[in-house]
């Protein structure tokens, strides 16, 4: 007979978080930051880190701080465990999720009986070195060069990149369009809305708070968010600076993940063992246009609702959620998808989120769950949510937690079947370089270091049924658009060689 299958159950056994404070820079590079962080979280396992050199696989998030050689290679050699498999994670926010999931089944098949995720940022300190005109003194860097070889434009349409999503922090604007979507959708007017923005946010300044590893420890009031100021300008209409993500961090996390054989056999106490019941990713277009309804995502929906299906369990009986929280409104769609619209700001954060604990890149999801275990072992028998993003608001993670092991029988989701159906929704063509009448259906304004607007960026309906990007340039228009609801105003567009151009609005009726 084979090995009972609860001696194969994959357990989280033991979690740290390394942040390097605030004006702390220079800090050390990603990959010490990685290793330090490894062996904290065996000592919060209880056990020796040395025995970190009985890991059997070794998965790091992508790292946008630094190009390494070898990341996982490099981590193992570090830990001792150069004979480990190694897995290297792709860039989207959904990574410390589906890197754990991929160790999950590393040890449930027998491959691993430990396996150490880990990764982070040391974005801040390479700003310090930027700052003085030096490259950081790393090491093992990639020999095709340290930046990352990450492609965005690869995975966006041209016409995405000609109206500048993909410039700088063109997600940013993306990701705003989309709350302003959602906004006209549900018929709140825009000052209304910001104010609601503020409540969220501001709620999630408390978690952060009272998060020791947050990189901004300080609760703010929502005025204080959504005011434009000389320290908080406006980035894209309707977020401000303070809103928005701070990638600009020295922040690393390590999940020791291991078979319930190994935990027992090394003394690891039941108290530090948390279990997950269910996970499942899904993914919408790559694309933002051709989506039909920009206030929603079906992904997140199927996904968080795979979840709960797997689970047998209703949103009400989940007693934590941290919600990934880039923008606004990647926080508002999960709690759409989910049905908590009423949840405040600081229920639906375990650590502050992006904009205040601090988002390193990819490896977000690796603090969200440190903290999220932590949350649970201080409540025995709770659940915990997480969830992730990437990209334009287009992967997306849930995953379901507890100190609990899952219930006998629980099978997990089927992400390909429900990709399968998500793939069923009919998507809009995209026309390049339209010219003429249209209506708006999402939109954004851009402001410039100083403030002041500088562009705006709006998706419209076509009357042949297909959607366009534009740009907005006048001043009169752009005042307006942050001045009164623009989503359902009939335009006229001059056309362009890939982008039209707006060059008058009709007047909003009733």
């Known amino acids: 007979m084979g090995e009972p299958l609860a001696q194969r159950r994959p357990v989280i056994i033991g979690v740290a978080q390394l942040t390097i404070s605030r004006g702390a820079q220079p800090g050390p590079e990603p990959l010490d930051m990685w290793a330090d962080a490894a062996q904290a979280a065996a000592r919060d396992a209880g056990i020796d880190p040395g025995l970190l050199a009985h890991a ?43 890197l754990v999931d991929q160790a999950n089944a590393l040890v449930r098949s027998g491959a691993a009986d430990l396996v150490l995720v880990a990764g982070g940022e040391a974005m801040a300190t390479r700003r310090h070195y930027r700052l003085l005109g ?17 492609d965005l434009q690869a995975h966006q349409h041209p016409a995405e990149a000609a109206v500048g999503l993909l410039d700088g922090i063109g997600a940013v604007y993306g990701f705003a369009m989309r709350d302003v979507a959602r906004r006209a959708h549900l018929g709140i007017a825009p000052d209304v809305y910001r104010a ?74 039941t108290t530090k063992r948390i279990y997950q019941w269910a996970s499942c990713h899904a993914e919408d277009p790559a694309y933002i246009a051709v989506r039909p ?13 795979a979840v709960l299906d797997a689970a047998d369990l209703t949103i009400e009986r989940i007693d934590h959620l941290d ?32 904009p205040y604990a601090g988002g390193p890149a990819s490896s977000y999801m690796l603090t969200s769950i440190v903290k999220m275990v932590e949350r649970l072992r201080a409540e025995p028998g709770s659940r915990g949510m997480v969830s992730g993003v990437g990209m334009m608001m287009s992967h997306h993670v849930f995953a379901l937690y507890s100190t609990d092991p899952p219930p006998a029988g629980l099978i997990q989701p089927d992400a390909a079947a429900v990709q399968r159906a998500l793939a069923q929704i009919p998507e809009l063509p995209i026309e390049d370089g339209y010219g003429g009448p249209a209506t708006i259906i999402a939109y954004t304004v851009v402001h410039d270091r100083d403030g002041a607007a500088s562009h705006g960026i709006a998706i419209c309906d076509l009357p042949g049924g297909a959607r366009t ?29 890939r982008i039209g151009t707006i060059v008058s609005a009709a007047e909003q009726k009733g």
């Open 56 to 98: 059997g696989a070794v998965l790091v998030t992508d790292c946008m701080s630094w190009r390494y050689d070898d990341a996982p290679g490099r981590l193992a050699g570090r830990i001792g465990a150069p004979d480990a498999r190694l897995i290297a994670g792709t860039p989207s926010g959904t990574s410390g999720q589906t």
């Open 134 to 150: 030096e490259t950081p003194p790393w090491h093992h860097a990639h020999p095709d060069g340290p930046a990352p070889a990450f």
């Open 196 to 269: 609601l923005l503020g409540e969220t946010m501001a709620g999630m300044t408390r978690v952060a708070a009272r998060n020791p590893d947050a990189w901004f420890p300080v609760e703010r009031t929502p005025a204080a968010l959504i005011t434009p100021s000389a320290d908080n300008r406006m980035i894209a209409y309707p977020y401000t600076k303070n809103m928005v993500a701070i990638i600009d961090v020295d922040i690393s996390g390590a999940i020791l993940i291991a078979s319930e054989r190994w935990a027992e056999a090394h003394g690891v106490a």
């Open 293 to 305: 309804e920009l206030w929603r995502s079906p992904a997140m929906a199927a996904a968080a609702g």
């Open 323 to 354: 919600l990934y929280s880039c923008f606004a409104s990647a926080v508002n769609f999960a709690r759409d998808a989910l049905g908590v619209t009423d949840r405040p700001g600081d229920t639906v954060t375990c650590t502050g989120g992006l």
């Open 469 to 497: 990007y534009v740009r907005i340039l006048d001043a009169a228009l752009l005042a307006r658009a942050e001045a009164e609801e623009f989503v359902g105003c009939t335009v006229d567009i001059t056309a362009g060689e």
